[in-house]
């Protein structure tokens, strides 16, 4: 049972523009929202994350803007780059579990020159 | 410092043997998680240990079992390996119990491919 969902599966964005993917999640336990960025052949490198008590948190170029009544989030990166391309994956966590992450299924982007 | 690293970077094995990962963790870090993802799926818990003791477990059977060392160094062993188990294990570490005040830090993974 997926306990984050992501969409799209796939984005293809020009050179310059805004990528947006988005996260849906159902558990209210959840208090923990890491975004992660992985290349071919590596592992997953992270890229910002958030707590529910804030609505927005911004680093450079990345974004996470978060609704928790509609218990939804979602990454904005700005000016995308062609070094962008790579696939992205939201996740969360409880205290309970320990932290363990529930990972969504990713979004490759595809940022073109 | 230095960060995860895993050994080796790829296996391949055949159905109904075992096989024995290796994850050294990042330089202060003494907890590790193992993830297992699947080709184009994100990563799967699979268990976590802090201070050798495993504390959260994934929907993972018996046959997948770990170990943490004193220097924080972690093994994941997987028993009678089925088709379904080929994919991409990762190691993460970080510091203190869960990810709550130190973010995970994900090695580059061992690609397991059973046939």
């Known amino acids: 049972q997926q306990q984050v969902k992501q969409s799209p599966q796939s984005l293809i964005v020009q050179k310059g523009g805004i990528s947006i993917i988005n996260c849906a999640y159902e558990?209210?336990?959840?208090?923990?929202f890491p975004w992660y960025q992985q290349f071919p052949g590596k592992g997953p490198a992270l890229l910002i994350a958030?707590?529910?008590?804030?609505s927005e948190k911004k680093e450079g170029r990345f974004t996470i803007s978060f609704n928790k009544s509609a218990k939804q989030f979602s990454l904005h990166i700005m000016d995308s780059q062609p070094g962008d391309s790579a696939t992205y994956f939201c996740?969360?966590?409880?205290?309970?579990?320990?932290?363990?992450?529930?990972f969504g299924k990713g979004t490759s982007l595809l940022v073109t020159p | 410092e230095t960060g995860v690293t895993q050994s080796p970077t790829h296996l391949i094995k055949t159905r109904g043997q075992q096989v024995t990962l290796r994850c050294s963790s990042q330089?202060?870090?003494?907890?590790v998680s193992w993830y297992q993802q699947a080709l184009g799926q994100g990563p799967q818990f699979i268990f976590q240990?802090?201070?050798?003791?495993?504390?959260g477990r994934g929907n993972f059977p018996p046959r997948f079992s770990g170990l943490q060392f004193p220097n924080y160094s972690s093994e994941l062993n997987v028993n009678a390996l089925e088709l379904d188990d080929s994919a991409l294990y990762l190691c993460?570490?970080?510091?203190?119990?869960?990810?709550?005040?130190?973010?995970?830090?994900f090695g580059n993974g061992t690609r397991l491919t059973v046939t």
């Open positions: 993460a570490s970080s510091a203190g119990q869960g990810v709550g005040n130190s973010p995970l830090h």
């Open positions: 558990n209210t336990a959840f208090d923990y």
């Open positions: 958030i707590r529910p008590d804030v």
């Open positions: 996740a969360a966590s409880t205290p309970n579990s320990g932290y363990a992450l529930n």
């Open positions: 330089s202060g870090h003494n907890t």
């Open positions: 240990y802090y201070r050798e003791e495993e504390n």
